[in-house]
């Protein structure tokens, strides 16, 4: 069986959002859910208070198409001011959304939000080294494109209980990942890197950091930035979760804790279904039967 490590601290959903944002938020808003609402609402009030400006300017229509001048004068008062009246509604509805989204998304507070947000919707989120994540689901958040990404999937909506329930409808569809395809890939990495450091060592058990594989595995600058490190080191999970763990060739895979490493650069840590810290250090293959 695996050789994995697993922590008893249990990394937990954040303690609950301070009662003062940063100043990246404006002062009247708590929150960005908060801040949504708000537009939401008075959106709808605009909706209401448009439609009737709009029955103002029909009946300035009829008045000019007869000629009533009383009337017409009366009237072009009266959608003046409703339409001066719209326009200040509308200021103060866009007050809501004046702030900077970009430095919001970016620091520490929407990742609070979305963790007690998901903790009130019952729905178990962690954050590790910056990386959300909520069993099997990364989420990683995309300040500068205004949006995040679940599962390399990106999504513009933003709106943490919407954003929440969206991480539980991935939650509930079937894994994607699979876990044979992953294995082989593992240990024809493996294999190279075994082999260079002599090809009779293929199959004896020989430990080799994780990370050295997924070094190999991202070579090219841009497979870095498309298969992270945290993702790797939840497909590892996965892999070891599952127990699909001897090859076509019949090689069986063993993972890896060594308490003697302590730089942590040397280590895959992820969190385990439950919230639990897991941490991985190398993979060996062992020739079965």
Same mark, same amino acid.
């Given at each position: 069986?695996s050789e994995?490590?697993?922590?008893?601290s249990?990394?937990?959903?954040?303690?609950?959002?301070e009662p003062?944002?940063?100043a990246?938020?404006?002062?009247q808003t708590?929150?960005?859910?908060q801040?949504?609402a708000?537009?939401? *609402?008075?959106?709808? $009030? @605009? %909706? +209401?208070?448009? =439609?009737q400006?709009?029955?103002?300017?029909k009946?300035?229509k009829?008045? *000019?198409?007869?000629g $009533? @001048? %009383? +009337?017409?004068? =009366?009237?072009?008062?009266?959608?003046?001011?409703?339409?001066l009246?719209?326009?200040?509604?509308?200021?103060?509805?866009?007050?809501?959304?004046?702030?900077d989204?970009?430095?919001y998304?970016a620091?520490?507070?929407?990742?609070?939000?979305l963790l007690?947000?998901?903790?009130q919707?019952?729905?178990?989120?962690?954050?590790?080294d910056?990386?959300l994540?909520?069993?099997?689901?990364?989420?990683?958040?995309?300040?500068?494109?205004?949006?995040?990404s679940?599962?390399?999937v990106r999504?513009?909506h933003?709106?943490?209980?919407v954003?929440?329930k969206?991480?539980k409808?991935?939650?509930n569809?079937?894994?994607?990942f699979?876990?044979?395809?992953f294995?082989e890939?593992?240990?024809?990495?493996?294999?190279i890197?075994v082999?260079g450091?002599?090809k009779h060592?293929?199959?004896k058990g020989?430990v080799?950091?994780?990370?050295?594989?997924y070094?190999l595995?991202t070579l090219?600058?841009?497979q870095?930035?498309?298969?992270t490190?945290?993702?790797?080191?939840?497909?590892?999970?996965?892999?070891?979760?599952?127990?699909?763990?001897t090859t076509k060739?019949s090689?069986?895979?063993?993972?890896?804790?060594?308490?003697?490493?302590?730089?942590v650069s040397k280590?895959?840590t992820?969190?385990?279904?439950?919230?639990r810290?897991?941490?991985?250090?190398?993979?060996?293959?062992?020739?079965a039967?």
């Amino acid at each position: 069986m695996s050789e994995s490590f697993e922590s008893e601290s249990a990394v937990g959903v954040l303690e609950a959002a301070e009662p003062e944002l940063e100043a990246s938020m404006p002062s009247q808003t708590r929150s960005l859910e908060q801040a949504l609402a708000e537009i939401e *609402a008075q959106a709808g $009030d @605009l %909706v +209401k208070t448009t =439609k009737q400006v709009m029955a103002s300017y029909k009946k300035i229509k009829d008045a *000019a198409k007869v000629g $009533d @001048l %009383v +009337k017409l004068r =009366k009237l072009l008062e009266e959608g003046k001011a409703a339409t001066l009246g719209l326009g200040c509604d509308f200021v103060k509805t866009q007050e809501h959304l004046n702030f900077d989204e970009s430095s919001y998304l970016a620091g520490k507070d929407f990742r609070q939000e979305l963790l007690t947000t998901a903790q009130q919707m019952g729905v178990n989120l962690y954050e590790h080294d910056g990386i959300l994540f909520s069993y099997p689901v990364l989420l990683r958040i995309l300040h500068n494109e205004r949006a995040v990404s679940i599962d390399r999937v990106r999504e513009s909506h933003l709106r943490p209980s919407v954003l929440v329930k969206r991480l539980k409808e991935v939650q509930n569809k079937p894994l994607r990942f699979k876990p044979k395809s992953f294995l082989e890939m593992l240990y024809t990495a493996y294999s190279i890197v075994v082999a260079g450091r002599g090809k009779h060592l293929i199959g004896k058990g020989t430990v080799i950091p994780l990370l050295e594989l997924y070094q190999l595995l991202t070579l090219l600058p841009w497979q870095a930035s498309e298969y992270t490190r945290q993702e790797f080191g939840r497909d590892v999970y996965l892999l070891d979760k599952i127990g699909e763990i001897t090859t076509k060739n019949s090689h069986r895979a063993n993972f890896h804790a060594s308490t003697g490493v302590r730089d942590v650069s040397k280590t895959l840590t992820v969190i385990a279904q439950g919230g639990r810290e897991k941490t991985y250090y190398g993979i060996s293959f062992v020739k079965a039967g």
